[in-house]
Structure formats: C-alpha cells, structure tokens
C-alpha cells in the first residue's frame, strides 16, 4: 500500500528556513526517484527538486541555491531543506515519486506559509 506522509511546514518569516520530511512507504521510496512538489494557491503542482536512487539531485532553477534534497534508506524518508524563503514560497509541498501524475495516489502535504 502506498503512503506518504509529509510535515515540518508550518507559518515563518521572509528569509527564515524550513525543513520538510517525507515518509514514504517502502514500495514507492525503493523503486523510484522522488521528489518534492508544491501547489500555490490558484496555480497548478509544480516540481520543486528530486533525487535519484543514488542521490543525484535536481532543483528548479528558481531553487537554486536554496534547497537540498536529501533522502533517508533507512527510515524511508525524504527530507528538504529550504533556506531563504519567500512569501511567493507559500504553497502546500507534497512529495510523491517523480514523474507523479494529478491521478495517482498523493498524501495531504504540508503548508508552508511565509509572511513578509
């Protein structure tokens, strides 16, 4: 059974940090590259950073430079450090496996919300 279970989000101040956790079940986190996604309000999901099997990684060029995508073998677990936060950063962030379509299965996410 898939499941994924994102937190860490919370209300924080423009230039603040957070870090986001995932945990994922085995199936879906040993199988496939994963990754972290938001939807703003109004707008679609977008892709924010993945992570391969062998811990490459890739960030969305507006990300650069304040992201890290890690992931945890042993718990399962997908991590995103986000540093230097914007309000245009508020979003609810969902991890999923990448590619992930709007009709597979997605957790509740986590809102991330940063004031000016």
């Known amino acids: 059974q898939v499941q994924l279970v994102e937190s860490g989000g919370g209300l924080v101040q423009a230039g603040g940090s957070l870090r986001l956790s995932c945990a994922a079940s085995?199936?879906?986190?040993?199988?496939?590259?994963m990754a972290w996604y938001r939807q703003a309000p109004g707008k679609q999901r977008e892709l924010v950073a993945s992570?391969?099997?062998?811990?490459?990684?890739n960030y969305r060029d507006s990300w650069k430079g304040r992201l890290t995508i890690s992931r945890d073998v042993t718990n399962n677990t997908v991590y995103l450090q986000m540093n230097s936060l914007k309000p245009d950063d508020t979003a609810v962030y969902y991890c999923?496996?990448?590619?992930?379509?709007?009709?597979?299965?997605w957790g509740q996410g986590t809102q991330v919300t940063v004031s000016s």
């Open positions: 999923n496996k990448f590619p992930a379509f709007r009709w597979e299965y």
């Open positions: 085995g199936s879906i986190f040993s199988r496939n590259v």
């Open positions: 992570i391969t099997k062998d811990g490459s990684t």
